[in-house]
């Protein structure tokens, strides 16, 4: 028969200490690993206002593109220094942003809430308007000034910049909730609110189909 070694008490003490110790090591790891840097525009509101607001909101039919350019909406212009809008977008929404004298950033972290990746090269992100600029044109902004456009197109007081996954954002393109909403069906809730609250702000119009697409969303936030 083979001598089997039964483990003192002192030697069962170490090992279950010796255990534990490694499972909290790798719990603080995969904790620390964990943390996206999280993109958080500016002035999201509740699920109870953002209701409010789609109620209050003129439903239209969509107007013509005709007309339109980007250049209509003047961006990204110079906000602080020499950051324009993109770059303060890219320091709002990044972990441990590294920039150089110019504002452009060298390092840092980024999570893009759109599709769930973290990026850690600025130039695969791009910074989205949640209401694309044709969109807002097609919705009441092709009758404004070119100084209301502009502030529209670099507005950082309402959520509607956020840096995300270039080729993401280059999917959406110029589309309305109705045809297109982030991969990641977790942030589409708050991306309808997001939406909501700029075209409530900035008195814009919607469709029917995106109306019905915006309160689908919205019905999935619990606040």
């Known amino acids: 028969m083979r001598d089997t070694q039964i483990p003192t008490r002192s030697s069962l003490r170490r090992r279950i200490a010796a255990t534990a110790t ?12 964990a943390q996206p840097a999280m993109a958080t525009p500016p002035g999201i509101p509740s699920k109870t206002t953002a209701q409010s607001q789609l109620n209050a909101l003129t439903v ?3 107007g013509s593109t005709s007309g339109y350019s980007r250049d209509l909406f003047p961006h990204w212009i110079t ?3 020499t950051c324009n809008t993109r770059e303060q977008v890219l320091k709002r929404d990044g972990t ?17 809430p759109y599709d769930g990746a973290t990026w850690t090269v600025a130039s695969d992100l791009d910074i989205d308007h949640v209401v694309p ?9 092709s009758s404004w000034t070119t100084s209301r456009r502009q502030s529209f197109a670099n507005d950082l007081t309402h959520p509607q910049l956020i840096a995300v996954t270039d080729n993401v954002n280059q999917a959406k393109g110029d589309q309305d909730p ?6 990641l069906s977790s942030y589409r809730c708050t991306y309808s609110k997001m939406w909501i609250s700029v075209k409530y702000t900035w008195g814009l119009t ?6 019905s697409a915006l309160q689908t969303m919205l019905n999935t ?3």
Request: glycine share 6%.
């Open 96 to 112: 441990s942003v590294v920039v150089d004298s110019s504002c452009a950033a060298t390092s840092g972290r980024w999570y893009s």
């Open 60 to 62: 239209a039919a969509q």
């Open 206 to 211: 919607l469709q029917s189909s995106e109306k």
């Open 79 to 81: 906000i602080s220094g």
């Open 22 to 33: 490694a499972a909290l090591a790798a719990t603080c790891l995969v904790a620390v690993n």
């Open 178 to 183: 109705s045809t297109w909403q982030p991969p």
């Open 133 to 141: 600029l044709a969109e807002a044109w097609r919705s009441g902004a």
């Open 221 to 223: 936030c619990s606040a």
